[in-house]
T-cell receptor
């Protein structure tokens, strides 16, 4: 049973629409992350959070934004979707400094 | 600078063959952690193993084994008697926690295809 949940699993949306990808975890982890994975498999960190009201941009520039109002919730928003945003988005969380990540199942986004 | 290199982009084997996935890392930190993740076609990343820099003992878990060698900065992963269900993308990752951060640096992944 997953401890970190992402919805929707698949999303096809038109250009210019606003979308929010949901990510929730039930483990009480303080750190959460968003990765973008292109078809070439490589994972790119686009946002991370150390805790409530803390968000930072990752290594890959992204037009998306995130918020962390509650420990368990870390949604990602695209104000105006474009075809270049078509990708898989993976959410993850971790506890403390010395542990790996627990990943959600991902959202496969297609912008047409 | 921290970096993880997985030189093998794709590997194809026939079922029951043994296969080794290579991982080479770079870091200046003396304390760090290494990981392997599996990503099946369904898309989620599944944690396989975590190893800290002070523990060079090799590890075996069923058909999986890991060879950590600090002298060559490598953390290779071997699957013995591969099965079709092992077909996936495998990622090696490095973490050198500093301050409040805990960012994982991923390699580019190796796509393993096990043919029946």
């Amino acid at each position: 049973e997953a401890d970190i949940y992402q919805t929707p699993r698949y999303l096809v949306i038109g250009t210019g629409k606003k979308i929010t990808l949901e990510c929730s975890q039930t483990m009480g982890h303080d750190k959460m992350y968003w990765y973008q994975q292109d078809p070439g498999m490589e994972l790119h960190l686009i946002h991370y959070s150390y805790g409530v009201n803390s968000t930072e941009k990752g290594d890959l520039s992204s037009e998306s934004t995130v918020s962390r109002i509650r420990t368990e919730h870390f949604p990602l928003t695209l104000e105006s979707a474009r075809p270049s945003h078509t990708s898989q988005y993976l959410c993850a969380s971790s506890w403390g400094k010395n542990y790996g990540y627990t990943f959600g199942s991902g959202t496969r986004l297609t912008v047409v | 600078a921290q970096k993880v290199t997985q030189a093998q982009t794709e590997i194809s084997v026939v079922e029951k063959e043994d296969v080794t996935l290579d991982c080479v890392y770079e870091t200046r930190d003396t304390t760090y952690y290494l990981f392997w993740y599996k990503q099946p076609p369904s898309g989620e990343l599944v944690f396989l193993i975590r190893r800290n820099s002070f523990d060079e003992q090799n590890e075996i878990s069923g058909r999986y084994s890991w060879n950590f060698q600090k002298s060559t900065s490598s953390f290779n992963f071997t699957i013995t008697a591969s099965q079709v269900v092992d077909s996936a993308v495998y990622f090696c990752a490095l973490s050198a926690p500093r301050g409040a951060t805990n960012k994982l640096i991923f390699g580019t992944g190796t796509l393993l295809a096990v043919q029946p």
